[in-house]
Nanobody
Framework: QVQLVESGGGLVQPGGSLRLSCAAS????????MGWYRQAPGKERELVAQ???????NYADSVKGRFTISRDNAKNTVYLQMNSLKPEDTAVYYC???????????WGQGTQVTVSS
């Protein structure tokens, strides 16, 4: 059974940093495109960052220059380094793994990030 397990969320003050991790099991991780999404209360889930199997990245405008997505295929893990956090970054962050061509699309259970003083 495919599993994506996020960790690293928590409470941080504005301007602080957090690193989220997403460990994948039961998938050929290196061939998956991976992404981080977030959903704030009362809002729709939105894309934060993506990294292709080839290492290309893209980011939501709201996080460019502050967040960095990376992957370690040897550890079957994707990371999201979040710096200069703002209260509006508060949300549940979800890990996603997909291969569009064959319709594979998996989600983690989410990890809460709260930015507050």
């Amino acid at each position: 059974q495919v599993q994506l397990v996020e960790s690293g969320g928590g409470l941080v003050q504005p301007g602080g940093s957090l690193r989220l991790s997403c460990a994948a099991s039961e998938i050929a991780f290196s061939i998956y495109n991976m992404g981080w999404y977030r959903q704030a209360p009362g809002k729709e889930r939105e894309l934060v960052a993506q990294i292709t199997r080839g290492g290309s990245t893209n980011y939501a405008d709201s996080v460019k220059g502050r967040f960095t997505i990376s992957r370690d295929n040897a550890k079957n893990t994707v990371y999201l380094q979040m710096n200069s956090l703002k209260p509006e970054d508060t949300a549940v962050y979800y890990c996603n793994g997909y291969i569009s061509a064959v319709g594979y699309n998996y989600w983690g259970q989410g990890t809460q990030v709260t930015v507050s003083s």
